[in-house]
């Protein structure tokens, strides 16, 4: 029987059902919002910091009574040694209260929820112990400058950042006095705002140029990334302020980043991507080490008792603590055994895990209180111990001289047929989009908020020269046209989304009257990635096919009428040149020069500044001629927001063994060491630009190289001649070579450089470098231990790893 229900019924049913539905998914939301907040967000009830601590003078010291008892604890008396005010406040501590000091507070404080006293913006904290009264320590990143939030809820006052150069432009200097300054500006703008510890710098190898961070690390030589990592470290620290040296290690694509695996020999572990943070720890002590996301031969970095026990704290002698990456890992009390003491940013579901663990003798109490005890370490070392009340002033006109002149110090001449410096050109003809949209650096968290950046028509207006009006008509059409694509994304989309406006197709009568009306051409081309999303070969490492046309119709037409082009390329990585690179008459590597990048551009031009930053990897001709290109993601893609979410609330789980996919849930490091120049050296392969290549506008002269072995280190010395027009700096760079090695070694392996002076035209000056002969040994895997090979090694000097002037034999 067909029983239909009446009208009135129906209606009735439809709005009960709708009515439960709307119910559902608002208790629905309510609940997944409350677990999120209570999960991720905020879960540190009862655990605020205290601002009531009263200072108390006994027998003529005044101290603060952290504890409120009345008496001077040991480590209430700053005039005690750290290690003894630790011993004796952990001594005071319940377990619950060391077990909550292993996790950060959560991410209240990134998405800007901070209590009175906070710091909106700061991305991670090292959590209070009121009773105590041990304070919070604020942890902000990164590379490049510090990343709080410009501006705050009811506050007139803006907190701009500076945003100095990107790493791999300072590596492009191989001035490690200048990067100590960079790094002091960044820890006295972090001192400023009362961060405790700056999270960089970012130390990886440059495995393959399409890693989406490149922009964020150094070098693809582990000397270089050691050398330049430790003078950023010591600048910072030199001000009180911690650093965070990540990511250790191996951390080489961003694909799959938080599950991938790392298939590596031991030689290449130690000989190249262990060798940077080695040069780092040994030569700077970090007052911390950031652990990285992926697996290592199956086991998380953040996990394996190997890496950060074995060998950071036993061989290295690392003294500091090491922190996860952002929700790094999986299993708390495995990271708290190995070796990793605090985990970042913290979550409830840790601080749960780890209660458990401790209750179920999954964690030892040992393992606990050498975590806890590192991080007190840490804490007492901060000013927030030192009761420092930081004013929210740094000197941001100061530290913006310091990035404009870093940033024009580690910008590369790649090529120059007599049209740099300008002479009598006066009106530019600025060409592309990133001309007026200066790209200042990366993405993701090493993204800075500046206040401002200067584009390179500021820059050169700045100068005093004219800007062409043509072809600035032309540029700001296009932004009216295309407006949207103008609008740079702020806040937690600018982590996300990298700046990338459309490019301007010029007609043949456009570019015919830019001509007519300039005196030279400046055409920029602009790249941005980061952290995230690994970059493809399409359109970002190969040119697009705008870009070519531009280069082509521009350098023909400018040509014909006797006028010269220079390309400027502002990007954070390698991209394509040897089909390209002929056409224009000067090439400048302006990498991503911070706030002032601009300003920097204009100063090399103009010849205010000659250039002397030399390429701190090789710019090969096809990608394909790096070895590690077989393996590495040929598929990017890019994290969101929701995805974010997403493996936060489900982690994200392993893949099955027979559906795992190759360069995503692993990847297979077959090159061995024969990583950037190890390889194309050994190969004798054609390269567009060769490491530690870089053109001045002068010239130097290398006296006869003298050796000496004195013990166990090599001393080398030589005189440095400016023998050109221009004043300007040299970087000297010396390699080793074993010959007849019994094992497959590159044919030459950067062991020392120095970076002259600014020589006059006629000045010289002695270099003098040491290399201590330990550093000429390989990872023997039979022994599992550096072997230094006995017999002949030819030492080299250069001013690039394809222009060796000299080589001298010696014995050992
Ligand atoms: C990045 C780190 C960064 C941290 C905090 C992570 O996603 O990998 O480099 O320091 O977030 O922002």
Same mark, same amino acid.
């Not at 929700?327 to 999986?330: C, D, M, Q, V, W």
């Given at each position: 029987m067909n029983y239909k229900l009446p009208y009135e019924e129906k209606k009735l049913f439809f709005f009960k059902i709708t009515g439960a539905f709307i119910v559902l998914i608002f208790v629905a939301s309510i609940c997944s919002f409350w677990y999120v907040n209570k999960t +991720? =967000? @905020? +879960? *540190?009830? &009862?655990y605020d910091n205290r601002t009531d601590i009263l200072e108390l003078t006994i027998d003529g010291y005044t101290f603060l009574d952290r504890n409120s008892n009345s008496t001077l604890d040991v480590y209430e008396d700053d005039r005690e040694a750290i290690a003894d005010r630790v011993l004796d406040v952990l001594s005071q501590m319940t377990l619950q209260e060391k077990i909550h000091l292993l $996790? &950060?507070? &959560?991410m209240a404080s990134t998405i800007g929820m901070t209590k009175p006293g906070g710091i909106p913006g700061a991305v991670g904290a090292i959590v209070p112990t009121p009773r105590l009264g041990i304070p919070t320590v604020h942890l902000s990143d990164g590379p490049a400058g510090l990343r709080i939030e410009p501006s705050r809820e009811n506050d007139d006052k803006t907190y701009y950042c500076t945003a100095f150069p990107i790493a791999t432009l300072l590596a492009s200097s191989w001035n490690e006095t200048l990067v100590y300054e960079v790094g002091n500006a960044m820890g006295r703008e972090a001192k400023a705002y009362g961060i405790d510890v700056i999270l960089g710098p970012a130390a990886n190898i440059h495995r393959h140029p399409l890693c989406g961070r490149n922009f964020e690390y150094f070098s693809e030589d582990p000397l270089l990334s050691g050398f330049i990592g430790a003078s950023i470290v010591n600048g910072i620290q030199s001000n009180g302020i911690g650093t965070s040296v990540k990511h250790f290690v191996a951390n080489n694509q961003e694909t799959n980043r938080v599950l991938n695996d790392v298939i590596v020999s031991d030689r290449a572990m130690h000989e190249i991507y262990l060798k940077g943070f080695e040069h780092i720890v040994k030569r700077s002590q970090p007052w911390t080490i950031m652990s990285s996301y992926n697996k290592i031969n199956g086991v998380y970095t953040s996990e394996s008792e190997w890496l950060l026990t074995n060998i950071l704290r036993n061989k290295w002698g690392f003294k500091g603590l090491v922190m996860t990456d952002w +929700?790094? &890992? $999986?299993s708390p009390s495995s990271q708290i055994s190995a070796g990793n003491d605090l985990l970042e940013p913290g979550t409830n579901r840790q601080w749960k895990a780890l209660t458990k663990a401790v209750k179920n003798g999954e964690l030892s109490m040992d393992a606990i209180d050498i975590a806890a005890k590192r991080i007190l370490t840490l804490i007492f070392k901060t000013k927030k111990m030192q009761n420092y009340r930081f004013n929210n002033t740094p000197d941001l006109k100061k530290h913006a001289a310091i990035t404009r002149n870093s940033a024009a110090e580690g910008m590369v001449l790649l090529k120059n047929e007599n049209s740099l410096p300008f002479t009598n050109e006066k009106n530019i003809a600025l060409l592309g989009v990133t001309s007026y949209e200066f790209i200042a650096g990366g993405t993701g968290s090493g993204d800075v908020n500046e206040a401002y950046t200067i584009s390179l028509e500021e820059g050169f207006k700045n100068a005093g020269f004219k800007i062409n009006k043509t072809a600035k008509k032309i540029v700001d059409l296009h932004r009216k046209v295309n407006s949207n694509s103008f609008i740079k994304p702020e806040g937690l989309d600018a982590i996300f989304s990298p700046f990338s406006p459309p490019e301007i197709i010029y007609t043949t009568d456009q570019i015919n009257d830019i001509v007519a009306t300039s005196d030279i051409g400046v055409l920029t081309l602009g790249r941005n990635s980061g952290e995230g999303g690994d970059r493809s070969e399409k359109n970002d490492f190969l040119l697009t096919k705008t870009e070519q046309e531009m280069i082509v119709k521009f350098t023909d037409a400018f040509h014909k009428k006797n006028k010269k082009v220079v390309v400027v390329l502002n990007i954070g990585g390698v991209i394509e040149t040897a089909s390209w690179k002929d056409l224009p008459d000067a090439i400048l590597l302006a990498w991503q020069g911070g706030q002032e990048g601009g300003n920097s551009v204009v100063d090399i031009l103009s010849g205010r500044i000659n250039p002397s930053g030399k390429l701190p990897m090789t710019f090969p001709v $096809? #990608? %394909?001629?790096? $070895? @590690?290109h077989k393996n590495f993601p040929k598929n990017p893609k890019m994290i969101t927001i929701e995805g974010l979410v997403k493996n936060l609330i489900f982690p994200p789980s392993e893949t099955p063994k027979a559906h795992k996919v190759k360069d995503e849930d692993y990847t297979f490091y077959h090159e061995d060491v024969f990583v950037g120049y190890r390889h194309f050296d050994s190969k004798n392969l054609s390269v567009s630009f060769p490491f530690g290549f870089g053109l001045s506008y002068t010239d130097f002269k290398y006296s006869p190289m003298k050796l000496e072995i004195e013990n166990d280190t090599i001393n080398i010395s030589l005189n440095i001649k400016n023998i050109g027009a221009f004043p300007g700096k040299e970087v000297v760079q010396f390699y080793t070579e074993k010959l007849n090695s019994i094992i497959k070694r590159p044919s030459q392996e950067l062991k020392s450089f120095a970076k002259t002076k600014r020589l006059e035209n006629n000045e010289s000056i002695n270099v003098s470098v040491k290399i201590p =002969? =330990? *550093? #000429? %040994?390989y990872w023997n895997e039979t022994v599992n231990d550096w072997s230094l090979e006995k017999g002949e090694y030819n030492i080299k000097v250069g001013g690039s790893s394809r222009n060796i002037s000299q080589i001298l034999k010696i014995s050992l």
């Open positions: +991720f =967000i @905020s +879960f *540190e009830d &009862g $996790k &950060g507070a &959560g +929700f790094g &890992g $999986k $096809k #990608l %394909s001629d790096h $070895k @590690s =002969i =330990i *550093e #000429l %040994s």
